[in-house]
């Protein structure tokens, strides 16, 4: 005779990386290591497409033309996403997974500079961009193909995990207006405000936070 056992769906919440899980963007960390005139163009960039002004796929690649990141600075930069948490988020991604929730990492950064964060807050999953490096830890290009190297990446991810992972609720947490475009395919979009308040992420969330720590009292 066999028992059949069904297994629940996942309740899945899904977290922007970049002034969110962390202070700091990343991409313009990458570009401070070399040198003040590269922060200012690439930082610049990241401004205008985090606040919805030019497409993601107009800077993306430009950039990371312009910084040629090594992968000594990958690992600076990784160790500056954790010396950056945000304060209250390891203690709730904890409780929101001891109360059934699945975290992940949905980002338009990059997976190698991002995994030791991930590892601190005990996410096992990061969606982001890789990087290319040769023997000698230069850069040598990036995954291009990626859907988050674009607009309208990160609603295309989350379908496909949608997919993969048969979730019965999914819900984003971000600050971007990337992250916003989302909306229509979760089931609540949290926009976030510790570090920067974007005024259509405000005006059009579902709720708006100002601390990771207000999360569990909405998904209750």
Same mark, same amino acid.
């Given at each position: 005779?066999?028992?059949?056992f069904?297994?629940?769906?996942p309740r899945i919440?899904?977290?922007?990386?970049d002034s969110?899980?962390?202070?700091?963007?990343g991409?313009d960390?990458? /570009?401070?290591?070399?040198?003040?005139?590269?922060?200012?163009q690439?930082?610049?960039q990241t =401004?205008?497409?985090?606040e919805?002004?030019?497409?993601?796929? @107009?800077?993306f690649?430009r950039?990371l033309?312009?910084?040629?990141?090594?992968? @000594?600075?990958v690992?600076?930069?990784g160790?500056l996403?954790?010396?950056?948490?945000?304060?209250t988020a390891?203690?709730?991604?904890?409780?929101?997974q001891?109360?059934?929730?699945?975290?992940?990492?949905l980002?338009?950064?990059?997976?190698?500079?991002?995994?030791?964060? /991930?590892a601190y807050?005990?996410i096992d999953?990061?969606?982001?961009v890789?990087?290319y490096?040769?023997?000698?830890?230069?850069y040598t290009?990036y995954?291009?193909?990626f859907? =988050? =190297?674009?607009?309208?990446g990160?609603p @295309?991810c989350?379908?496909?995990l949608?997919?993969?992972?048969r979730?019965? $609720?999914?819900?984003m947490?971000?600050?971007?207006?990337?992250?916003?475009?989302t =909306?229509?395919v979760v089931?609540?979009f949290i926009g976030f405000?510790?570090?920067?308040? $974007?005024?259509?992420?405000?005006?059009? @969330?579902?709720?708006?936070?100002?601390?990771?720590?207000?999360?569990?009292?909405?998904?209750a």
């Amino acid at each position: 005779m066999y028992c059949l056992f069904s297994v629940a769906p996942p309740r899945i919440i899904i977290f922007d990386c970049d002034s969110t899980l962390s202070a700091i963007e990343g991409i313009d960390e990458l /570009a401070r290591l070399r040198g003040p005139e590269i922060y200012a163009q690439v930082e610049a960039q990241t =401004t205008a497409a985090m606040e919805g002004k030019i497409a993601v796929e @107009a800077v993306f690649g430009r950039r990371l033309a312009i910084i040629r990141p090594r992968r @000594a600075d990958v690992a600076r930069v990784g160790q500056l996403y954790i010396e950056q948490v945000e304060p209250t988020a390891r203690v709730t991604i904890a409780a929101l997974q001891q109360a059934g929730w699945t975290p992940l990492i949905l980002s338009g950064g990059f997976r190698p500079v991002i995994a030791p964060l /991930a590892a601190y807050l005990g996410i096992d999953r990061v969606e982001a961009v890789e990087l290319y490096f040769d023997p000698e830890g230069n850069y040598t290009g990036y995954e291009e193909n990626f859907p =988050t =190297t674009r607009s309208g990446g990160k609603p @295309a991810c989350i379908t496909a995990l949608k997919a993969e992972l048969r979730p019965s $609720r999914i819900v984003m947490v971000g600050d971007g207006v990337s992250d916003l475009e989302t =909306t229509p395919v979760v089931d609540r979009f949290i926009g976030f405000g510790r570090y920067t308040i $974007r005024s259509r992420v405000q005006a059009e @969330a579902h709720s708006f936070i100002h601390s990771m720590a207000e999360l569990p009292a909405l998904l209750a």
